[in-house]
């Protein structure tokens, strides 16, 4: 992973070499990305300029609240949008293939075999009329020619495969009579019986109990590992990310604000969207009576978005960047000066600095060595890791 | 399924009686002595007649043991006397006042033309109602869907009698491109039949297809936001099948409801579309029976077929439903 | 740190608060009807099956479990939303189980319940004064003229603006109507406080500000709450004592350092290891997690005995025979298994053949009986105590 994955300006271009060899590697390759869509009330701005890559193999999670963007960016990658009602600029590459502008028989290619989509709530995900394996070998038949006895074997095949007990008892099952977590099972097998080498999935363990989210989790990095596939995983459970992404991706307001590592950006967040996130979610292991640190105010509109930064009207730590940069100004989506491929969308000159000092002592007092206070060891060895890599890039002004 | 299908039945048969005792009671029990129409039938009406009358059709019994005779009459038939004495054989409705015909006899009669007359245009409607809707839905906010809603509009806000004399009056008589509509039996050949038919089909299907072309287009326009559908896309399902086979099956539960019931009432008759194009069915026996002196026996018949067609139908429509959707699969 | 003020709940001494509520032994069975003509009941769906607990008086209890497992249809009961099956549900030492609705009627304005949907459970119809207010004055709370100045008042606890009462729900956002649902519950000054996922429907960043309102409310007004939720950390946040239930029935109670730190059920074990954890992910990978298999049994038919034992690796023939009874193991401890202990601890004794009067294959002893006591509410100063138990264990052993 280099930090050529993250681009937010064409004028980078000192890079460019080495983004072409990363992305010979990369299957999917989103590249200044926007997402509109007009409507009475003016154009919804869902996605802005958000570049982005995968390689097979490699889970990225896509963090963010409702409205930030991360699902409409998913849907379109695989086209999903409706041409009429959509304007969107820029480009995503799958495989090689552009899908911005590509028509429907093209996509149509792509759709489940090369890219497939897990989505959050499987009983309404699964046509209810029809029976789970009828819907599994549909999608076998659509890109394999076989007969319907040999995709309805292929479709029990795919059902044992994610674990449904007696899966040929089961096949002819409408997806009423299977349980949450079967029924998503069955919604996986499905997005995998074309060996697709992206999976998309969307929310995927929400609408599920928390032990049967940790056997869907447990499913996919299995089948991850067996596939080869590249994995997107859209959530708003930072520890859904935790346990399963390589890389995160924070989205806020339809943009990237933060991206990296994700063991970097769960333990040295340089952005102030980031750092409400942890400090908001109670964890079960943090410090009982931590107050939670709730970020004020809402989501921004996406219609009117805010001057500036987006997260700027929200932002307690505005004060700290000199005169009114915050509203007056986008900050770029720089690299973080610790962590490789580390990137952050902020103006607060040393944000390592306020993380370590001011933020973290709130949010988990459990990990600040009471003595001495200082943060853990753990923690220390991720910081001390970091700065040797940064003194390593400190050659090239990185401002 | 069975016992879902019997407990459908037998409370059907509870909606079919009642309905016979609400009729029984309006007519029998109303402000007029029915025997007044019969006793007016032939001319000079005299007290005397009409107390005989009376007399003879049992109205001086209790309503309770009318009401028994009455069902006594449908189930192994019974003698009715007026005047001459008629044999009613079971299942007997009773007599027709104007004709002195047995009602049920008469209601067989006219039953084929309004059954012929019924399932044409249904199945006109529906078929072109759903495939327009469909299509609307498919190309929703474009000029086309505007297009089909605002003609669908127009058409539907004219009312029908106009349409159906205007039909007649161009098509049939002016421009002779439907010189002979009529109903002609089934037994007088397949091709008489349809010829018959074919402008009073096409005038009601056309009529009713707009209904149900935007009934369907609102089921569709639903039905294409539901999760899905946006699965079916993604896996690769080609558009044309996304929309006629993944949501079209899940589109059109609802609209069947609503044909079944209009199927009913097409069944039950359809008055101006008899009367314009002169078509010898229930609607048209119905009205005439209204007209004074009012013939009571064909009145009440054609309240209880009404019923027991509706009924009927509902319980058709909820056997279509659970082959449709599973998940209202009895086990 | 320092300057949060702690949890008003937990400043509560448990040992000899006072209960406002006391449920004892309540249950709930649906009727399953045949699809034959007559449509007898043929079956009954156990939806609660037999819990006790306690709140004391201006304190909070947690309900955690998993969807099925009865915690919403207990707080329903409580609130007489449904009619018990069996059991009593003390209020303030008063059995409100089977009081007729006349009866309940004064006290409905002492049990208030939050609901999860903030979308549905307010009128679209009606402005947000006359949600607020219709309680008042229907319990004649206030004076007629009184009523708007209070609902203002109301307004302000709950944080919204009080000018804004004559606006409808729809211009408010899931946060703000959550805040509105909190304010209805709070205008007739209950005394208990049923909040069923409270919180669960909303974005993360809003979740802590719900959260951090109810605990404000609690302090100020001493409300005891029973909150219900899934999210396993939301409820340690909020509630010193969590009470975990499995299939109709409480497996585990305790306060939250005990049941979160040393579980003794092997499904709350199990629970709490399947919840991705941020921080243990961020420093040190992957937890050891407890792979449960399959899905919760139906609860038409559960299983005999104890419920968990078709998923639970402790299994004995004893699980089969006898129901495990809620156990009290520490000084606010309980726990419903015949093998507690923590986390890979080996008793193959059960600890429970003493109070039931049974061997250990689970078959009655002649003589022997079941202790009376095991239905209590609440914790008594004497308790079993596991160590003694071990060593009284190992001793049989040795022999």
């Known amino acids: ?399 | 399924m069975l016992g879902y299908i019997v407990r459908r039945l037998l409370s059907a048969g509870l909606v079919v009686t009642l309905t016979s005792m609400i009729v029984f009671a309006l007519f029998f029990l109303g402000p007029d002595n029915p025997a007044q129409p019969l006793c007016d039938i032939n001319g000079k009406c005299t007290p005397e007649r009409l107390a005989l009358l009376t007399e003879q059709l049992g109205l001086n019994d209790t309503v309770y043991h009318q009401y028994w005779i009455w069902l006594q009459g449908l189930f192994v038939g019974r003698e009715i006397s007026f005047g001459p004495i008629y044999q009613c054989s079971a299942p007997c409705l009773g007599i027709s006042y104007s004709t002195r015909n047995e009602v049920t006899a008469e209601l067989l009669d006219k039953f084929p033309a309004t059954l012929s007359l019924a399932i044409g245009g249904s199945l006109i409607y529906l078929l072109v109602g759903v495939f327009l809707g469909t299509m609307a839905a498919r190309v929703r906010g474009t000029l086309a869907d505007r297009g089909l809603v605002t003609m669908s509009l127009i058409v539907s806000s004219i009312p029908y009698y106009v349409l159906a004399i205007l039909a007649w009056i161009y098509l049939s008589l002016e421009w002779q491109i439907f010189p002979d509509t009529t109903y002609h039996p089934l037994t007088d050949g397949i091709g008489a039949w349809a010829y018959g038919l074919l402008l009073p089909w096409l005038v009601l299907g056309l009529a009713q297809s707009t209904a149900y072309a935007r009934y369907t287009r609102g089921q569709m326009v639903e039905t294409l936001g539901e999760d899905y559908i946006r699965t079916a896309t993604a896996k690769g399902v080609a558009k044309r099948k996304v929309i006629f086979q993944h949501a079209l099956r899940a589109a059109i539960v609802p609209v069947i409801t609503i044909f079944g019931l209009d199927f009913a009432f097409l069944l039950a008759g359809t008055v101006v579309t008899e009367e314009i194009f002169d078509i010898d069915g229930i609607g048209q026996w119905g009205i005439r029976a209204l007209r004074a002196p009012v013939d009571f026996p064909v009145v009440a018949a054609t309240v209880l077929i009404g019923a027991v067609i509706i009924v009927i139908a509902n319980i058709i429509v909820d056997i279509l439903y659970s082959f449709i959707d599973p998940r209202v699969r009895v086990s | 740190m320092t300057e949060t003020q702690p949890h008003a709940a937990s400043r509560i001494d448990w040992a000899t608060a006072e209960s406002i509520l006391e449920v004892v032994n309540l249950k709930k069975y649906f009727p399953v009807k045949s699809s034959g003509v007559l449509r007898r009941t043929i079956a009954q769906v156990q939806a609660v099956d037999g819990v006790s607990f306690s709140v004391p008086r201006g304190g909070s209890l947690g309900l955690v479990g998993e969807s099925g497992c009865g915690k919403s249809t207990t707080g329903r009961l409580i609130t007489r939303l449904y009619e018990p099956t069996a059991g009593e549900i003390r209020f303030e030492g008063k059995d409100i189980a089977a009081l007729s609705r006349k009866e309940m009627l004064p006290l409905r304005s002492e049990i208030q319940m939050i609901f999860q949907d903030p979308y549905s459970s307010l009128n679209p119809r009606h402005t947000v004064g006359t949600i607020v207010g219709t309680p008042l004055q229907v319990h004649k709370m206030v004076p007629e003229k009184k009523v708007l100045d209070r609902v203002r008042e109301l307004l302000e606890v709950v944080g919204l603006n009080p000018e804004h009462y004559n606006r409808y729900p729809n211009e408010f956002s899931g946060g703000q109507r959550q805040r509105i649902g909190i304010a209805r519950a709070l205008a007739l000054q209950p005394k208990l406080l049923v909040a069923d996922e409270p919180v669960s429907a909303l974005d993360v960043s809003i979740q802590a500000q719900v959260v951090n309102l109810l605990q404000d409310v609690q302090r100020e007004f001493n409300i005891a709450f029973l909150f219900i939720a899934h999210d396993l950390a939301v409820v340690r946040h909020f509630c010193p004592e969590v009470a975990v239930m499995y299939l109709g029935k409480i497996v585990e109670v305790a306060d939250r350092e005990t049941l979160y730190s040393q579980p003794h059920h092997p499904y709350t074990q199990a629970l709490l290891s399947a919840v991705p954890d941020v921080k243990q992910a961020a420093v040190g990978g992957r937890r050891d997690r407890i792979r449960l298999e399959g899905d919760v049994p139906s609860p038409v038919n559960p299983p005999s005995g104890c419920r968990f034992r078709t998923r639970c690796w402790k299994a004995q023939d004893i699980c089969a025979k006898q129901e495990p009874p809620l156990l009290q193991i520490g000084p606010r401890h309980k726990v419903a298994c015949h093998f507690a202990g923590q986390r890979g601890s080996t008793g193959n004794v059960p600890i429970t053949l003493d109070v039931l009067g049974v061997n250990s294959h689970g078959d009655p002893v002649p003589g022997a009986t079941r202790a009376s006591n095991l239905e209590d509410p609440g914790y008594s100063p004497a308790f079993s105590d596991l160590e003694t138990h071990k060593r009284r264990s190992e001793k049989l052993a040795d022999r």
Request: hydrophobic share 40%.
């Open chain 1, 1 to 399: 992973m280099t930090s050529e994955r993250f681009l937010s300006t064409p004028a980078q271009s000192t890079s460019d070499r080495a983004a072409d060899i990363a992305a010979a590697d990369n299957f999917l390759v989103v590249d200044h990305l926007s997402v509109r869509f007009p409507t009475h009330d003016g154009l919804v701005q869902a996605v802005t300029d958000l570049s982005f890559s995968v390689k097979r193999g490699e889970t990225l999670g896509i963090v963010g609240e409702s409205g930030s963007g991360k699902s409409v960016s998913s849907m379109a990658v695989l086209g999903l949008h409706d041409a009429k009602s959509t304007r969107l600029e820029g480009s995503i590459r799958v495989g090689g293939q552009e899908v911005v502008g590509a028509d429907e028989s093209t996509l149509r290619k792509l759709r489940g075999k090369e890219v497939a989509m897990i989505f959050q709530d499987p009983l309404t995900a699964l046509h209810p009329f029809y029976s789970v394996g009828r819907q599994i070998a549909e999608a076998y038949r659509i890109h394999h020619k076989v007969s319907k006895g040999e995709a309805r074997k292929r479709a029990i095949e795919m059902l044992d495969r994610v674990g449904i007990p007696q899966a040929k008892n089961r096949v002819d099952d409408f997806p009423h009579q299977f349980s949450g977590g079967m029924r998503q099972r069955a919604m996986i097998a499905m997005s995998l019986v074309n060996d697709p080498k992206l999976l998309i999935a969307d929310e995927p363990t929400t609408a599920l109990d928390v032990t049967v989210q940790a056997q869907i989790l447990d499913l996919l990095q299995d089948l991850q590992r067996e596939f080869n596939s590249a994995i997107i995983m859209i959530t708003h459970d930072l520890g859904v990310i935790a346990e399963l992404a390589d890389e995160v991706l924070v989205m806020y307001g339809g943009r990237a604000v933060e991206t990296g590592a994700t063991k970097q950006i769960l333990t040295h967040p340089e952005m102030p969207y980031t750092w409400g996130l942890l400090s908001s979610v109670p964890e079960v292991s943090a410090d009982e009576d931590a107050r939670l640190i709730p970020i004020p105010g809402n989501p921004p509109s996406l219609l009117n978005p805010p001057s500036g930064c987006p997260f700027n009207p929200r932002c307690t730590h505005k004060d700290k960047v000199p005169g009114d940069l915050c509203v007056t100004t986008l900050p770029e989506l720089l690299p973080a000066r610790v962590g490789p491929s580390h990137r952050r969308r902020c103006h607060l000159p040393d944000p390592e600095v306020i993380y370590l000092t001011e933020v973290l002592p709130e949010i988990a007092p459990d990990l600040i060595d009471p003595t001495t206070g200082e943060p853990i060891a753990a923690l220390q060895e991720i910081a001390a890791a970091s700065e040797a890599e940064a003194n390593a890039d400190s050659r090239g002004d990185q401002r």
